[in-house]
């Protein structure tokens, strides 16, 4: 079934969201403070917007609310990427799923909510050595 996602900060990751679950047919608001992060994902998003996300009066001014899922890849501004997900926590939303950067930011991010937290190297890092434990080194 198609969802709406939004994807907030579009760095190397949440392009890489962006960009997959467009080729999955979902419908993806794409918001990044930097024009040309924006501009990168035109052609992958629903709808693409130049914002800081972490004002209250953005988030509510777009809808987001009302979005199935969001992702938050806010990376080397861990207060925004903070205060990004304790306010789409504060709309209602019920699938924020956000990136930190290291356990103690993880562990900040859970107690504010947070629905899942990856950290993209280290996650990475555990799945890979667990396949090539068992043998997957095809995949590679
Ligand atoms: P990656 O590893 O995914 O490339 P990173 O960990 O290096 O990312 P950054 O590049 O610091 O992380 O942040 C990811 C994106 O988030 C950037 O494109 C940045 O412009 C965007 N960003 C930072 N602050 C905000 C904000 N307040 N609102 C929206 N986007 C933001």
């Not at 304790?86 to 103690?104: H, I, Y």
Request: with cysteine; charged share 25%.
């Amino acid at each position: 079934m198609k969802k709406e996602f939004v994807v907030i900060g579009l760095g190397r990751f949440g392009a890489s969201v962006c960009k997959e679950l467009h080729r999955l047919g979902h419908q993806v608001l794409a918001i990044d403070i930097k024009e040309e992060k924006v501009n990168a994902v035109l052609d992958y998003s629903e709808k693409a917007v130049i914002a800081d996300a972490s004002r209250e009066e953005v988030l509510k001014s777009l809808g987001v609310g009302n979005f199935d899922y969001a992702v938050v890849a806010i990376g080397d501004n861990m207060q925004a990427n903070i205060m990004c997900t304790l306010l789409l926590k504060e709309l209602g939303m019920e699938n924020v799923w956000v990136k930190a950067q290291d356990a103690n930011h993880k562990k900040v991010l859970a107690k504010i909510g947070a629905d899942r937290v990856i950290q993209p190297e280290y996650d990475m890092g555990i799945r890979a050595a667990n396949q090539m434990q068992s043998g997957k080194l095809q995949e590679y």
